[in-house]
């Protein structure tokens, strides 16, 4: 009889365990994983935010209810930190941060919360649970001048910009080389506006740009402002980020798009899977991370084969947009024949290319 007894209490015992385990493993398993990424401008219908947040969404439906995901929209760098913060102790183990000026507080707060890994775009600084990403959007800028090159009648375009760091300097060059490629006289006007996102102050820029020659007008800004400058003045514009063609669609020639979406899906799995690890990640036209959107319906034949021969040899390797010989703007050699600019110099970039005009600001 005793011996009955304890077989009994030792099978409810085991039937207890195990229905707990059934009933918590499942709800541990389906957790998802909380993903945070944090904006420096409005979602909108086009741009680099936008960009983004299509690849979040990409993301989201390549992996389900694997993953929850938390967007904040337009915040400004003195705000990052705190948000950083907040996301963090809501339990968001994967946090993306996708402007330049996020890159300090990015770090900071990592440096606090060994638990969540980060990734930060366009920025280069590296922690044991930061990673930094971009795509080289200057192979796609560098197409979108030679189309420009081939569509302008006046030679000029105008480029609205941003703040002078590397990586919009660097946009700069590409263009100018790309459209020089094709128009060897070609010039580039440029009107800096010290914002990523000022709509009036964009829209402006490119006034100022076109009343002095410009027919096309290229941005490294986020807001529409320059493209419906440019459809109301009847000329050319190159938007940035996604298809911005929704702005103008006459003038839209087409917009250096990023393309986000697998490279957030593979993050969150490596996440997931305990594989992710701090590194750099600086894709291009090969990789799928960059590439222009499709071409204005008025672009000839012709041009819009030559622009898919050269994005064909940039993806290739046969063609690098910073291949010599490149001069700056005193007419100094500074990259010679059979030489290339490497990734430092193009991480470092502080000078104009010829056919750049104006001085670069301090």
């Known amino acids: 009889m005793k011996k009955r007894r304890i077989l009994s209490a030792i099978l409810c015992a085991v039937t207890l365990i195990a229905f707990v385990h059934a009933t918590m493993a499942p709800s541990q398993a389906e957790d998802p994983l ?16 936008f960009a983004h947040d299509a690849g979040r969404l990409e993301m989201e439906q ?10 904040i929209e337009s915040a400004t760098e003195a705000d990052v930190e705190r948000i950083l913060r907040e996301l963090v102790n809501n339990g968001h183990k994967l946090i993306f941060t996708t402007s330049f000026g996020f890159m300090n507080p990015t770090v900071k707060v990592a440096g606090t919360a060994p638990g969540t890994m980060f990734q930060h775009a366009t920025g280069y600084k590296l922690a044991d649970n930061v990673g930094v990403y ?26 609205v910009a ?58 490294f800004t986020d807001s529409g402002g320059p493209i419906q400058a440019a459809e109301a003045k009847n000329v ?6 996604s298809d911005m063609s929704s702005y103008g669609a006459k003038a839209h020639l087409t917009s250096v798009g990023y393309k986000w979406g697998g490279f957030y899906t593979d993050m969150a799995k490596a996440v997931m899977a305990g594989t ?61 024949e059979g030489q290339t600019l490497d990734d430092g110099a193009l991480l470092g970039f502080k000078w ?8 670069l600001p301090e």
């Open 34 to 49: 909380k993903i945070g990424f944090i904006y420096n401008s409005p979602v909108g219908s086009a741009g680099w935010t």
């Open 62 to 71: 390549a992996l389900g209810g694997k993953v929850a995901t938390t967007r």
């Open 134 to 159: 971009h795509a080289r959007a200057y192979e796609a800028r560098y197409l979108s001048g030679v189309l420009a090159g081939k569509m302008s009648k006046s030679g000029v375009a105008g480029f």
């Open 162 to 219: 941003s703040f002078p760091i590397p990586e919009v300097i660097r946009g700069i060059n590409a263009f100018t080389l790309g459209m020089r490629s094709v128009n060897p006289e070609a010039k580039v006007k440029v009107v800096w506006i010290s914002s990523w996102y000022d709509p009036g102050k964009e829209r402006d820029a490119a006034d100022a740009m076109i009343s002095q020659g410009a027919d096309v007008i290229s941005q």
């Open 236 to 241: 050319w514009a190159i938007g940035v980020g």
């Open 276 to 336: 992710w690890k701090s590194e750099n990640v600086w894709g291009g036209l090969k990789r799928g991370m960059i590439d222009l959107t499709a071409l204005n319906a008025a672009v000839p034949q012709e041009v819009k084969d030559l622009v898919a021969a050269r994005r064909t040899a940039i993806a290739a390797g046969e063609l690098h947009p910073f291949q010599g010989p490149i001069k700056d703007q005193s007419g100094a050699v500074k990259v010679p």
């Open 352 to 359: 104009y290319v010829e056919g750049v005009e104006g001085a």
